[in-house]
Structure formats: structure tokens, C-alpha cells
């Protein structure tokens, strides 16, 4: 005990009290603590008690990205093939873009004629760039092998799904000003950059303009047709997921078994066994408050 306690007073007949500011109280120390300062101790109190059910609804949404990127793959590959001709592809870009467009119609309540007019205007110049940058595009990747083409597209569709925003579009329709994060630009231009290597690979100009415009819809326009749907209605988004991994697993099975049953295994560790883990794990969280933290300042305004 401190020996500046007042003359003719004990120890024991001061009362600890916890001074935020008040410098060091007289007889005791700055570390002093007395029976009472654990009964404030609070375990587990921002711990958010999770329900497997929710998990897995809310994992369809990762799981629905998965299957948009394999059905680029297939895309990519049946073009690279010849099995799609520029034609088919061309007709592909047209369905996609009409279908996003029926999709923000009709569930967009604030989607004006305006609104609608400038994107289609914007589309039209991207359009136009992009076929103006095809033969570019066409002699881009020519000097360097196909096997190094490969590795870097394959690495780079990596890159995009480990850092895509899952959980949020990055556009707004209503006009609304969202700035993406970084993790998010990156994830788009590691998408960019894999659909010009492959794009490069074609052996004409009208596939590479095809293809590069499928791939730019399913990058930039994907992500806000998938949000649209969800925010109107959230079941009408899990029917909608679940009938794309359907047609997903169903094109996949036709171009190979062994890529359906990884992917199948894919959809099903994303859907079902992350959730289990999620859930297991969260039995060994232990999060400890008591007064020992810092203060949190409580504003009371009054007229």
C-alpha cells in the first residue's frame, strides 16, 4: 500500500472507485483491482449465433458465380474449338444483352426511360471500341506460346473469383454512386486481361470481337443482373441459381465427365461443407469484454 495515505486513516477504510481520468487514487496503485472487477466480464457478447439453413442460402450466391465462370469456360473453349462459330457467338452476345435488359426492367422500380437511354448509348460506344481494338486484339498474344497463354488465363480466372465481391454488385442502377474496393478491381481485370489472352487465340477478327464482348457482358454486366434479381426477390434469385448450376453442370457433363464431377464437388464443398465448418467451428469462439477495454463514447443530444 502507498504511504501517502492521509494520517489517522487506514487502508481499509478507503473505497476503490474506477477514475477514467482522475490520476492515481490516494492508497492505491494504477494496477490495483479489487473483488469487483470481474463482475462486468461479458463472454461471447458480439458472437453472432449462425443457423446452417441461412449459411447454405447465403453460400448460393458463390456458388452461382462459380457456375457463371465455368459457363465462360465452356464458351471460351467451344469457340476455341470451332464448335461455336461467330455466328452462334454473335446471336449469344444479343440473347445475353436482351436478357440483362428484360432483367432491370422488370425488376428495377426506378429505372428510368433516361436511365435505360444512357446505358444503351454507353453500350453502343463500348461495343464500337471493342470492335475498332479487335484486329489488336487479333496479333496481341502471337509471339508467345499457347502453354504460357493457358497457365496465365487459368491463373488469373484464380485471381478473380478469390477476390470478386460476393456479397454486392458494383454498379448501382438508380443512379446511385458505389466506389468498388481494390480487392474488386483487381478481380476485374485479372477478368479483363484473361478474356483478351484468350480472345488473342482466335483465327479471326468478328470471333474476337464475339467473344471479348460475351465475356466484358458476363464481367461487368453479370454481377449486376445476379443483384438486381436477389434484391427483388430473394427466392426468385435461389430458383434462378440453382437452375443455372443445373444447365452449368448439364453443358459440362456433355464436354467432359471428369469436369463435372469437379465441379459438382465444388458446388457441393461451397454449398454444404463450408457452411458445416462455419458452424462446427464456431463452438471454439470465445470472445471476452469487461471493463478493461476501451471506453466507447455515448452522445446524448438534447434540444
Known amino acids: ?81 470451332s464448335t461455336l462459330d461467330e455466328n452462334s457467338l454473335l446471336l449469344l452476345d444479343i ?31 463500348f461495343m464500337t471500341g471493342l470492335y475498332v481494338l479487335a484486329p489488336i486484339y487479333y496479333t496481341l498474344t502471337r509471339s508467345i506460346s499457347s502453354d504460357s497463354i493457358w497457365a496465365v488465363t487459368i491463373g488469373l480466372l484464380l485471381l478473380h473469383l478469390f477476390l470478386h465481391d460476393y456479397s454486392r454488385s458494383t454498379i448501382k442502377v438508380a443512379g446511385a ?10 478481380s476485374l481485370n485479372a477478368s479483363v486481361v484473361a478474356s483478351v489472352f484468350v480472345a488473342s487465340r482466335l483465327p479471326s477478327r468478328l470471333q474476337v ?55 459438382l464437388g465444388l458446388l457441393v464443398f461451397t454449398s454444404l461443407v463450408c457452411p458445416y465448418w462455419l458452424i462446427r467451428i464456431q463452438a471454439y469462439k470465445f470472445e471476452i469484454n469487461g471493463p478493461w477495454d476501451e471506453a466507447k463514447l455515448c452522445f446524448d443530444i438534447t434540444d
Open 1 to 81: 500500500m502507498d504511504s501517502s495515505i492521509g494520517a489517522g486513516i487506514s487502508p481499509t477504510q478507503l473505497r476503490w472507485r474506477k477514475v477514467a481520468y482522475g490520476g492515481m487514487q490516494n492508497g492505491f496503485d494504477d494496477n490495483y483491482t479489487d473483488e469487483s472487477f470481474l463482475e462486468d466480464m461479458v463472454t461471447n457478447a458480439n458472437v453472432v449465433k449462425r443457423n446452417m439453413l441461412n449459411l447454405m442460402l447465403d453460400s448460393v450466391s458463390i456458388s452461382q458465380y462459380l457456375s457463371i465462370i465455368a459457363m465462360v469456360g465452356l464458351v471460351w473453349t467451344y469457340t476455341l474449338t
Open 95 to 125: 440473347s445475353l444483352l436482351g436478357f440483362g435488359f428484360l432483367v432491370l426492367l422488370l425488376t428495377e422500380e426506378m429505372l428510368s426511360f433516361n436511365l435505360l437511354f444512357r446505358y444503351v448509348l454507353n453500350i453502343s460506344f
Open 209 to 263: 470481337f464475339g467473344l471479348m464482348l460475351f465475356s466484358l457482358q458476363v464481367f461487368l454486366f453479370a454481377p449486376l443482373v445476379t443483384y438486381s434479381i436477389k434484391r427483388y426477390s430473394f427466392c426468385l434469385h435461389i430458383w434462378f441459381s440453382l437452375g443455372l448450376m443445373t444447365l452449368t453442370l448439364a453443358f459440362v457433363y456433355t464436354l467432359h465427365c471428369l469436369l463435372f464431377l469437379l465441379l
Open 177 to 186: 454512386v458505389h466506389n468498388p474496393s481494390l480487392t474488386s478491381c483487381i
